[in-house]
């Protein structure tokens, strides 16, 4: 009876963990789809553009979503918009709690016509 309660509880412990490394997983993702829609869209040199605005927003509550994972960042700025064009990048900056600065890659993984698929590195 003592032996099936040990292998009940590591079975239980190892579920747990397990449940908890997924929900990291999925809960800390820096990737994002946008849809390029009037309200998002600028344009820069001559390409549409995900605005600056938004890729700001994104970042700033994707970098530090759970206490466990990332820095807490504050006031995210980019210098232009992220071009709807695969490989097109731009580097964001954001504060630290300690005042220190932070630079957040961000680049285009996908873009079509009407949205684009982008992430940023922790």
């Known amino acids: 009876m003592q032996r099936k309660f040990v292998v009940g ?4 412990a190892v579920g747990v963990a397990a449940l908890f490394g997924v ?11 946008t849809v ?13 553009a995900l605005a600056a605005n938004i890729v700001e927003g994104r970042t700033q ?5 759970l206490p466990w994972v990332g820095t807490k960042v504050t006031d995210v700025s980019c210098p232009t918009g992220l071009k709807a064009v695969a ?3 731009v580097t964001c900056t954001g504060k630290k ?26």
């Open 23 to 33: 929900g990291t997983h999925l809960l800390s993702g820096t990737e994002s789809t």
């Open 36 to 48: 390029l829609d009037a309200q998002d869209t600028v344009a820069v040199g001559g390409h549409k």
């Open 61 to 65: 509550s994707k970098y530090h979503p």
């Open 87 to 89: 490989g097109a990048s």
């Open 97 to 122: 709690s300690d005042g220190g600065s932070v630079d957040i890659p961000v680049t285009v993984v996908k873009a079509a016509a009407d949205s684009v698929t982008w992430k940023f590195e922790r």
């Open 9 to 12: 509880a590591i079975g239980g």
